[in-house]
């Protein structure tokens, strides 16, 4: 039983499945794979469209025109069948793109939608002279233009308006030794000598003098010499002191209000006799040296 059950399905699996084609005869040798032909229809489908593409040939024939700068000439003219050619419907005239001419009788094309070629020649010329005689007039020489026609450059042969100091048989030729001689003493009589003087003095009241309180002290920044007494020294020193464009006003008020013994603003809070951010030792350093 399960035998002929094997043979029956094994008969209907043989049926189903399809022929496959093979050299043999009846049957056509294509030679081609699914969905292709063969290799000479392929061939021949590229010609074809090669030749529909370029207007009936493969390769334009010699002297033919691209129809995309002509818009009316046909594919395959030759490039003298289309000189002077018109647009069509409007005989003896060319539309451009840009500007439209018309066609004279001398044969120029003159353009009717814009500027002419002689007058655009014109502006040219004309504002080209204008830069010249600008640039003459700056320099006030006249402007040398490169030509053939122009003469040669001439060598310079006589230096007048040139020193020739240098030149000892030129100047020997000038003026003795004696000569000389006579021209440094009159140069030297001519000479005058200012002696120094002394400094002047300071008239009225200038003020304290930091420089010379910084030269007659001797202790450093921070040591204390003065007894300071009061309530928020710091905060007092920082809002006073900040009034001051710089170290060296301050320690001037300071001194000018009865520092460094007194400190009635609160600008010497540790006692030192220096007022603020003042500092003496730049001033004893630049004496020492």
């Known amino acids: 039983m399960r035998f002929s059950l094997c043979v029956t399905a094994l008969v209907g699996l043989t049926a189903c499945s399809p022929g496959i084609p093979d050299s043999g005869a009846g ?4 030679g081609a794979g699914v969905g292709f032909g063969t290799s000479e229809e392929y061939i021949a489908q590229q010609r074809a469209r090669d030749a529909a593409l370029s207007g009936g040939s493969a390769v334009p024939p010699a002297g033919a025109i691209s129809p995309e700068n002509h818009g009316q000439a046909t594919p395959g003219t030759p490039l003298s ?20 001419t018309r066609q004279t009788g001398s044969g120029a ?13 014109d502006e040219i010329a004309r504002e080209t002279a204008a830069r010249l005689a600008e640039t003459s007039q ?8 490169a030509s053939p026609s122009n003469p040669a450059p001439q060598t310079v042969t006589s230096a007048g308006g040139i020193s020739n100091e240098n030149s000892f048989d030129a100047v020997g030729n000038a ?4 000569d000389d001689a006579e021209l440094i003493a009159q140069n030297r009589a001519q000479y005058q000598v200012v002696q120094p003087g002394a400094l002047p003095e300071r008239t009225g009241n200038a003020g304290p003098n ?12 921070g040591q204390q010499l003065y007894t300071r007494v009061g309530l928020n020294k ?11 464009n710089s170290a060296d006003q301050a320690q001037t008020d300071f001194l000018a209000q009865g520092g460094p013994r007194r400190d009635r603003m609160g600008l010497d809070p540790d006692g030192d006799g220096y007022a603020c951010a003042w500092d003496p030792r730049p001033f004893r350093a630049a004496v020492r040296n």
């Open 27 to 30: 049957v056509p040798d294509s």
């Open 234 to 244: 710091q905060a007092k020193f920082q809002r006073n002191c900040a009034k001051y």
């Open 175 to 178: 003026r003795s030794i004696q």
């Open 210 to 221: 930091i420089v010379q309180y910084a030269l007659e002290t001797s202790h450093p920044k």
């Open 81 to 100: 069948a289309t000189q002077g050619a018109t647009a069509p419907g409007t005989p003896g005239t060319v539309t451009s793109s840009t500007n439209t």
């Open 109 to 121: 094309y003159t353009p009717t939608g814009g500027l002419s070629s002689a007058s655009t020649s």
């Open 138 to 145: 700056n320099s006030g020489q006249q402007v040398v233009h």
